[in-house]
Nanobody
């Protein structure tokens, strides 16, 4: 079992930055692919980005590519989502999730085994 806890959400003006953290406990975190998703009321949870266990591969949704960066600190059991040039449409609850390799359908929620509780990000215009 892996427990995930997101933090770092908050209110920021458009154009600003936030860094979200996803801290893991339980089983070793190092073997898991970590995905970030976000969800707004009435909509399905959507893929934001992912990072492989060795940080060799990252991938992002088109809507955030070039603005968001995912990184991980293996020894600290933490994954970060750095969000720059934030837009009002980035407002959502952000979730991190973990899955074991292989990639599978990493852009879908069904591919992940463990989820955090989410953290709210609100971007004002």
């Amino acid at each position: 079992q892996v427990q995930l806890v997101e933090s770092g959400g908050g209110l920021v003006q458009a154009g600003g930055s936030l860094r979200l953290s996803c801290a893991a406990s339980g089983r070793t975190f190092t073997n898991y692919i970590i995905g970030w998703f976000r969800q707004t009321p009435g909509k399905e949870r959507e893929f934001v980005g992912m990072i492989t266990k060795d940080s060799e591969i990252t991938n992002y949704a088109d809507s955030v590519r070039g603005r968001f960066t995912i990184s991980r600190v293996i020894g600290a059991n933490t994954v970060y989502l750095q969000m720059n040039s934030l837009k009002p449409e980035d407002t959502a609850v952000y979730y991190c999730a973990a899955k074991l390799p292989p990639f599978g359908a990493y852009w879908t929620t069904g591919g992940y085994d463990f989820w955090g509780q989410g953290t709210q990000v609100t971007v004002s215009s």
